[in-house]
T-cell receptor, first 113, second 112 residues
Framework: DAGITQSPRHKVTETGTPVTLRCHQTENHRYMYWYRQDPGHGLRLIHYSYGVKDTDKGEVSDGYSVSRSKTEDFLLTLESATSSQTSVYFC????????????FGEGSRLTVL | SQKIEQNSEALNIQEGKTATLTCNYTNYSPAYLQWYRQDPGRGPVFLLLIRENEKEKRKERLKVTFDTTLKQSLFHITASQPADSATYLCALATSGTYKYIFGTGTRLKVLA
């Protein structure tokens, strides 16, 4: 496989609690992404990273923060989860824009009650 | 605002026919356009990348065209098979950012 894993794969939490999703890659790829996928909306970009400590907002960044302190890990944090953040979250990585291929993880299903 | 539209939510075709999926965009000048396949419960899988200075790309039974004047990409699967049934997503990024934005996808069903 492409060497990218997400944890946890499933999580149920309550409104107002903090949640952190982890994306770990073993390929030394520079670019990493967090997307959420909801019916009728497709994949929407939350944040992405173009290097260690270099991140930028995506389409739907409100309520989310990210950190990338080392190449292999990209963390997505929901400071205070809301029911609207119930979704499937996908992490992706990319090595070079020349090839442009995004490799996706298997997804993390988050339910906020 | 920027918008990416894929022609239909679902498309049914007969086995052996050519499937054609459309990706249209507005208020956007992408330098890169990609197509992905996604199966239920799985992450998307990369199929093809085409750049703004390329008109067409082929890979086995797949063909992608990119018309920056029409602001449209067409994705063709020739000699379609039931195993091609999946959701297909287009994604675009502008030059220098590599911030890939996705369309909502088209669910293709190939009927035996």
């Amino acid at each position: 496989d492409a060497g990218i894993t997400q944890s946890p794969r499933h999580k149920v939490t309550e409104t107002g609690t903090p949640v952190t999703l982890r994306c770990h890659q073993t390929e030394n790829h520079r670019y990493m992404y967090w997307y959420r996928q909801d019916p009728g909306h497709g994949l929407r970009l939350i944040h992405y990273s173009y290097g260690v400590k270099d991140t930028d907002k995506g389409e739907v960044s409100d309520g989310y923060s990210v950190s990338r302190s080392k190449t292999e890990d990209f963390l997505l944090t929901l400071e205070s989860a809301t029911s609207s953040q119930t979704s499937v979250y996908f992490c992706a990585m990319m090595d070079s824009p020349n090839t442009g291929e995004l490799f996706f993880g298997e997804g993390s299903r988050l339910t906020v009650l | 605002s920027q918008k990416i539209e894929q022609n239909s939510e679902a498309l049914n075709i007969q086995e052996g026919k050519t499937a054609t999926l459309t990706c249209n965009y507005t208020n956007y000048s992408p330098a890169y356009l990609q197509w992905y396949r996604q199966d239920p419960g799985r992450g998307p899988v990369f199929l093809l990348l085409i750049r703004e200075n390329e008109k067409e790309k082929r890979k086995e039974r797949l063909k992608v065209t990119f018309d920056t004047t029409l602001k449209q990409s067409l994705f063709h699967i020739t000699a379609s098979q039931p195993a091609d049934s999946a959701t297909y997503l287009c994604a675009l990024a502008t030059s220098g950012t590599y911030k890939y934005i996705f369309g909502t996808g088209t669910r293709l069903k190939v009927l035996a």
